[in-house]
Each structure stands twice: as C-alpha cells, then as structure tokens.
Nanobody, 121 residues
Framework: QVQLVESGGGLVQPGGSLRLSCVAS????????MGWYRQAPGKQRELVAT???????DYSDSVKGRFTIDRDNAKNTVSLQMNSLKPEDTAVYYC???????????????WGQGTQVTVSS
C-alpha cells in the first residue's frame, strides 16, 4: 500500500557528512510523523530523529547538534543531514512514516528497506 525508499547511505570518514533521503509513495491519505531510526550490528533499533507534519523536530541525545531532519509534505519526503559523523554512527538507517491510507483509517507505521551508513577511516 505504502512504499518508502531511502537513498544516500555510504562510507564516510569520521568528521564527514552524509545526507539521507526517503520518499513515500502509494496509497497515502496523510502522513503524520516521519522519522529516522538506526540499527547497529547486535543492537536494537533506536530512534535517531522525528519530525511532525508541522515541521517540529526531535532528536536523540546522541545526534543532537550534529544531525538535522527536515521534510517536504508536498513531495512526501523526509531527509536527514548528518554532520560530524562518528564511528558509532555506523548502522543501517531506516525511514519511518506514520501514514493514514484513507480518511477512515488510523495511522500505521511504514518502513523503508534501510540504507547502510559506515563511518570509518
């Protein structure tokens, strides 16, 4: 029903920058919160940043001041600008969109397939 496709991952040196993007498509009535999560090997998936439909962001303490989330409601996209990257930021990053598929439906979480970010010298 709803597909999320991420792009922008890759290998970067410590202190470098990457920008992740995610576009949602399919049967979309309204997207509420959007966000980015990450999962490192052997660890649970954790919240990185979220943004409301009105553009209010929230960040985990580990990325606050280094990462910036933004969205374009007209294009159903959400992006994550990651600066001052550290080796501990290495993970698979997943896009999330809390989406209603019709006026009568409740919101449900939809996920992208994930994009690998590796921070290493």
């Amino acid at each position: 029903q709803v597909q999320l496709v991420e792009s922008g991952g890759g290998l970067v040196q410590p202190g470098g920058s990457l920008r992740l993007s995610c576009v949602a498509s399919g049967r979309i009535f309204r997207i509420n919160d959007m966000g980015w999560y990450r999962q490192a090997p052997g660890k649970q998936r954790e919240l990185v940043a979220t943004i409301t439909s009105s553009g209010s962001p929230d960040y985990s303490d580990s990325v606050k001041g280094r990462f910036t989330i933004d969205r374009d409601n007209a294009k159903n996209t959400v992006s994550l600008q990651m600066n001052s990257l550290k080796p501990e930021d290495t993970a698979v990053y997943y896009c999330n969109a809390m989406t209603r598929v019709s006026p009568l439906s409740y919101e449900s979480p939809y996920w992208g397939q994930g994009t690998q970010v590796t921070v290493s010298s």
